[in-house]
């Protein structure tokens, strides 16, 4: 048995290597952004997790808020999970994209999963500006079309 213990030890250090999928040569990306009001964002990209997180904090360092990005092969975000300062789940976003590769829809979840409703991007011409309608958990339309393009 002692000498199985080595070989057992060496086994168990190396089969998370041989499992998971190899992410070398795409490092963990950090970004910080200050802001004129002494507030704060990191945003971490972690290839491995398949995540991308930004945290929101205050001039003193506190965190305000947080929002988790799951990321697909091409690490471009497929939803997100919007927490609170002390880390609770406040509501969830699924993204579901159009031909182009654009957020055409974001359905929204409460933090047990209840519809919650959604954001629908109407894109008309431009690429990257879209107007923007939202919908209740009931389908109807919550904001009056303003023209408005984000």
């Known amino acids: 048995m002692k000498t199985l213990l080595p070989l057992l030890c060496a086994l168990s250090l190396s089969a998370p290597c041989l499992l998971a999928q190899d992410y070398s040569g795409e490092p963990i990306k950090a970004t910080t952004h200050k802001y004129p009001d002494g507030t704060s964002s990191t945003s971490v990209t972690d290839p491995e997790k398949r995540t991308m997180e930004e945290t929101f904090r205050d001039s003193s360092g506190k965190t305000l808020r947080k929002t988790v990005y799951p990321l697909n092969d091409q690490n471009i975000a497929r939803g997100a999970i919007h927490y609170d300062a002390k880390g609770k789940v406040i509501y969830k976003e699924v993204y579901v994209f159009d031909a182009q590769g654009r957020i055409a829809e974001s359905k929204l979840f409460t933090w047990d999963n209840q519809p919650k409703g959604k954001r629908v991007m109407i894109y008309e011409g431009s ?14 339309l919550i904001t009056p079309p303003s023209g408005k393009k984000h």
């Open 127 to 140: 690429k990257n500006q879209a107007r923007i309608e939202d919908y209740n958990e009931y389908g109807q």
